[in-house]
């Protein structure tokens, strides 16, 4: 670690770069490509004291320069630091090497799962968004404007779009929304079913047990107003908004608990292990974009 104890983790890093006579980084030139060796391993580990996208830089840049390294990535909003390296080179080196830099490390295997965890939360939420899209475009174009004919819609319109929800066509029409909101929602609230039905067995209640219960009552309710004889109205519309507003909400609020929880306790940052991909010969190809 760094002798000074208020020195930071720029520079730190800034001081590494110099040393080493490495220029500026620019973080806005996109991902480094490096030939990795075959017989090179690679380990990720989760770091605290990553704060911007030049330190994210500065740390691919020093630990690139080092001999025995191949490839670096580093992601700064997760907090990981990726490396390809020769076997001689061990895992405690390269933890040695970062702490220099004033960043935290703890040993661990769980780098890698936290990695792969957080691009699937990304994930959910494309999948939360886009599906809340394609569901709200035909609501606007069609149902809204016979449900709030009394604003601004011509009447001629009005009776027209109605003639279309009573024919056939709306089968498909509703298929259709039923099969968009029910596919987001079943993917990017998977985890939230899982731990709603848990806590259900178990028969404790909570809110991850109130939110899937009334998405489950409105879907049903509007799956009957669309396909039998019952009366009602059709809330797909609402089983999506809901399904994007808190696949959203709870995706930012825990990236942002895990980004405070590193800045407060950085002491619980791990270390893992991933394979790389193989490119042509006995050489692998890295991105060194930190796996985003």
């Known amino acids: 670690m760094s002798d000074d104890p208020y020195r930071g983790p720029r520079s730190a890093l800034e001081a590494a770069a110099e040393r080493r006579g490495i220029d500026e980084p620019n973080p806005d030139t996109g991902p480094r490509i490096a030939r990795v060796p075959e017989s090179h391993v690679h380990d990720t580990f989760e770091v605290g004291g990553l704060e911007t996208k030049r330190e994210e830089s500065l740390v691919q840049a020093v630990l690139a320069d080092r001999d025995g390294v191949s490839a670096a990535s580093a992601t700064q909003r997760n907090g990981t630091v990726g490396v390809h390296h020769d076997p001689s080179l061990s895992r405690a080196d390269i933890r040695e090497a970062l702490e220099s830099y004033d960043l935290a490390v703890a040993p661990g295997d769980e780098a890698f799962a936290s990695r792969r965890a957080s691009q699937f939360a990304s994930a959910r939420v494309a999948v939360a968004v886009l599906f809340g899209l394609m569901v709200a475009t035909p ?14 819609y011509d009447p001629v319109t009005v009776e027209y779009l109605r003639s279309i929800l009573d024919s056939r066509v709306a089968t498909h029409f509703f298929v259709n929304l039923a099969t968009l909101s029910g596919v987001a929602f079943l993917v990017a609230c998977g985890p939230t079913i899982r731990r709603a039905v848990d806590a259900a067995i ?79 010969g006995d050489d692998h190809v890295a991105l060194t974009d930190g796996g985003r």
């Open 202 to 280: 178990e028969g404790r209640i909570t809110r991850e047990v109130g939110f899937v219960a009334t998405v489950c009552a409105v879907f049903g309710y509007s799956t009957l107003a669309a396909f039998t004889g019952f009366d009602g109205a059709v809330h797909y519309d609402l089983v999506a908004y809901a399904v994007a507003g808190v696949t959203v909400w709870n995706h930012f609020a825990t990236e942002e608990a895990s980004v405070d929880r590193r800045a407060t306790e950085p002491d619980t940052a791990v270390s893992g292990a991933e394979g790389v991909a193989d490119h042509g």
């Open 139 to 152: 609501y606007v174009a069609v149902l809204y404007p016979t449900r709030l004919e009394w604003l601004f």
